[in-house]
């Protein structure tokens, strides 16, 4: 069973930056891609990025593109979201998730998840 830990979150006003980590614990670990995510209050849980945990490859929501930095330390397990240029709507709590579907970039196949991380961005 993997385990997933973020940290990081917290309050910063607009224009702000703040970086997520989700670190994975456990059995050994070999997924196909890890994403982030995030869920503001009454809403859906929605596709922020993701990363292919063997390359390089990256992947973005348009929302996010250009102020959002998607990277990851395989030796440590550890993904990490960089966010800059924070805005008020990026409030949410920030979800790091593992998948092992090939549509990993696109939200799919995430079933395992970490608890989550509150951002708040204060104009």
């Known amino acids: 069973q993997v385990q997933l830990v973020e940290s990081g979150g917290g309050l910063v006003q607009a224009g702000g930056s703040l970086r997520l980590s989700c670190t994975a614990s456990?059995?050994?670990?070999?997924?196909?891609?890890m994403g982030w995510f995030r869920q503001a209050p009454g809403k859906e849980r929605d596709f922020v990025s993701a990363?292919?945990?063997?390359?390089?490859?990256?992947y973005y929501a348009d929302s996010v593109k250009g102020r959002f930095t998607i990277f990851k330390d395989v030796a440590r397990t550890t993904v990490y979201l960089q966010m800059n240029s924070l805005k008020p709507e990026d409030t949410a709590v920030y979800y790091c998730?593992?998948?092992?579907?090939?549509?990993?970039?696109?939200?799919?196949?995430?079933?395992?998840w970490g608890q989550g991380t509150q951002v708040t961005v204060s104009s």
């Open positions: 998730g593992v998948s092992y579907s090939g549509y990993y970039y696109i939200g799919r196949g995430y079933n395992q």
């Open positions: 990363i292919r945990w063997k390359g390089d490859n990256t």
């Open positions: 456990g059995r050994t670990f070999s997924p196909i891609g």
